[in-house]
């Protein structure tokens, strides 16, 4: 409700007698307008020191020099004012900067807009519908790049010395460069601080998902201030463990049991499938690893001479899948798999499904940035059991976070 006491808005109402909704926003429009052209003059005053017509003596040789004319576009629909300037060409002024046409209120719509996936044009057409206002898509397409300072500071913010855990995936998307379409990766990386919070730390745009730019990312990571990762969870990309390893060597891995899964169903066939996929569940559901190599050798006596490649995988990674057999059940659930970061890469599909193409790495970064700050806003709560999980941590790494600390 505005500050503005009963009376004086009954007293208002009753004088313009309103009829309808639309003479009500009418008269808003009105009111907005004056109040605008007020504030403004407000502005000027102060710049000058003194107010319009004030017959005492000025301190300064700077004078009003009239008005010039700008429709800016609001929520209410487009309003004409008048901009005070003086005769030095000094005044700026901060509620409608130079050069802007549109208000905040309306930006700030263009942007959560932008962050649900619509394209610019959806948006112009959208903003047309319900505020009357015109604005073409490339003004929304300004509009959206004013965010990416913010997007430039967030991506290079000083993160925190410990993770406790650190998700890292790759999400594909199509951007054009140099008259071409390329083929790109957004790298994206959550890590969890030793409170237990989620967060984005960051994503970057690059060729198709390497080792190699991996080995970047964890750089810019350790640059950025974080010393130690207790545990990564990642998919089985070739060279991911010797990239982690050459940053953050006294980090446990852990391959995602999913991706794992996935890798050797791809070998069976229909027919032997269920029976498979059976027997894989007595490697990554035992108990402990003694218990889970044991039936990795079981299984491999049964299915090696059919499916070679479907059990290598697993000899071959031991080292990485069996991590999580350290640790107990609830720290099990979060590490096994990087369902964290394939949720948040379900959001992005969600929001960049409409967009086949994009047309530059900065549109796809501004876009992915303003899904983060919007689902993000979610995670608030931490992990269950969170107090057992980090007992269970500061006892296992407490080498390590002693030299943190």
């Not at 000025?58 to 003086?86: A, F, H, W």
């Not at 790298?187 to 970057?204: A, F, P, R, S, T």
């Not at 798999?337 to 599909?349: K, V």
């Not at 994009?358 to 608030?380: G, H, N, Q």
Request: some cysteine.
């Amino acid at each position: 409700m505005s500050n503005l006491s009963k009376d004086l808005l009954r007293e208002y109402i009753k004088e313009q007698d309103f009829k309808s909704a639309d003479d009500i926003l009418s008269g808003l429009k009105d009111m907005f307008k004056d109040v605008l052209q007020e504030a403004l003059e407000a502005e000027m005053d102060e710049a000058l020191g003194y107010q319009k017509s004030d017959p005492t003596e000025k301190g300064t040789t700077n004078r009003r020099n009239g008005y010039s004319k700008k429709t800016v576009k609001t929520e209410l629909g487009p309003v004409q004012i008048n901009i005070p300037r003086d005769r030095d060409g000094e005044f700026e002024p901060q509620i409608i900067p130079k050069h802007q046409c549109t208000v905040d209120g309306i930006e700030d719509k263009i942007l959560k807009l932008y962050a649900t996936g619509m394209t610019t044009r959806d948006i112009s057409e959208q903003i047309k519908e319900l505020y009357r206002v015109d604005i073409s898509a490339d003004t929304v397409s300004n509009i959206t790049n004013r965010i990416l300072p913010l997007v430039y500071d967030w991506q290079n913010r000083p993160l925190e010395k410990t993770y406790a855990f650190m998700f890292m995936d790759a999400i594909h998307y199509k951007v054009r460069e140099d008259k071409q379409i390329v083929k790109k990766a957004a790298y994206v990386v959550i890590g969890v601080n030793m409170d237990g919070q989620k967060e984005v730390l960051g994503i970057w745009i690059g060729v198709n998902e390497s080792s190699k730019f991996w080995l970047s990312v964890l750089n810019d990571l350790k640059n950025r201030g974080v010393q130690n990762v207790l545990i990564f969870c990642v998919d089985g990309l070739k060279g991911f463990k010797e990239a982690i390893e050459a940053v953050y060597p006294l980090a446990k891995i852990q391959t995602c049991i999913i991706h794992q899964i996935r890798n050797s169903m791809k070998y069976i066939p229909y027919k032997d499938r269920k029976a498979f996929a059976a027997d894989l569940k007595t490697i990554y559901g035992a108990i402990n690893e003694e218990t889970a190599m044991n039936n990795l050798i079981d299984m491999k006596e049964q299915w090696a001479d059919k499916y070679p490649n479907a059990i290598k995988s697993w000899e071959d990674n031991w080292d990485t899948i069996s991590t999580f057999f350290t640790f107990p059940n609830y720290i099990r659930k979060i590490i096994y798999t990087t369902n964290a970061i394939e949720n948040l890469n379900s959001q992005f599909r969600k929001v960049t499904k409409t967009k086949l193409i994009f047309p530059t790495d900065d549109s796809l970064l501004k876009m992915l940035y303003l899904a983060v700050e919007r689902i993000s806003k979610k995670w608030t709560r931490s992990y269950p059991d969170w107090d057992l999980v980090v007992n269970q941590l500061n006892i296992l790494y407490s080498d390590t976070l002693k030299k943190e600390a």
